[in-house]
């Protein structure tokens, strides 16, 4: 079974921090995915890595960074975090395959005070 | 931008009844796949159509892509309340194999 794993499941965070929100897999997936879920606005896309040390903006980059310095790990960086980036954050990978399934983590959900 | 629309947000059925969800893209799709959100829990996988007209089953669950290719809908027969919890739909546009796009999905409330 595919293993998707965030590193927390609630955070509590202060505007203008730096914040940190870890993602690993452990099935060799070249592919992987930052969403952030919100009520009536479905999984919206922040940034994708195709693979290591490579990495692609989606649709709501803004405030976001990323890094995939080993393949199996995706962080996703608030450099600066604001109220309105509280959010469900999840994480998922992909194999580069012909299908195109995305495995998903249990989220995190991350509320900035 | 591209956009998959999802209806309907919310559908409360009694047990036993039927349910539908539909999913319209702006732009023509390379395959489609739908996913289901337990309350609390992450999204899982169901299944991917990628032909034009494809109609699969899962037990109560029938999913079909439109001929055109930007359209699809997941039926499900007989509500049980098994199947509580939020179903997504998620686009591949064309030329876009790395992305899927997500609809806003759909909260189905099942009553006994």
């Known amino acids: 079974d595919v293993k998707v794993t965030q590193s927390s499941r609630y955070l509590v965070k202060r505007t203008g921090e730096k914040v940190f929100l870890e993602c690993v897999q452990d099935m060799d997936h070249e592919n992987m995915f930052w969403y952030r879920q919100d009520p009536g606005l479905g999984l919206r896309l922040i940034y994708f890595s195709y693979d290591v040390k490579m990495k692609e903006k989606g649709d709501i980059p803004e405030g976001y960074s990323v890094s995939r310095e080993k393949k199996e790990r995706f962080s996703l960086i608030l450099e600066s975090a604001s109220t309105n980036q509280t959010s469900m954050y999840l994480c998922?990978?992909?194999?580069?395959?012909?299908?195109?399934?995305?495995?998903f983590g249990a989220g995190t959900r991350l509320s900035v005070l | 931008g591209q956009q998959v629309m999802q209806i309907p947000q919310y559908q409360h059925v009694q047990e036993g009844e039927d349910f539908t969800t539909y999913c319209n893209s702006s732009?023509?799709?390379?395959?489609i796949q739908w996913y289901k959100q337990r309350p609390g829990g992450h999204p899982v996988f169901l299944i991917q159509l990628v032909k034009s007209g494809e109609v699969k089953k899962q037990k109560r669950l029938t999913f079909q892509f439109g001929e055109a290719k930007k359209n699809s809908s997941l039926h499900i027969t007989a509500t049980q309340t098994t199947d509580v919890g939020t179903y997504f739909c998620a686009g591949s546009p064309r030329g876009g194999y790395n992305k899927l796009i997500f609809g806003a999905g759909t909260r189905l409330a099942v009553h006994p």
């Open positions: 732009t023509t799709l390379s395959n």
């Open positions: 998922a990978s992909r194999k580069r395959t012909s299908t195109n399934i995305q495995y």
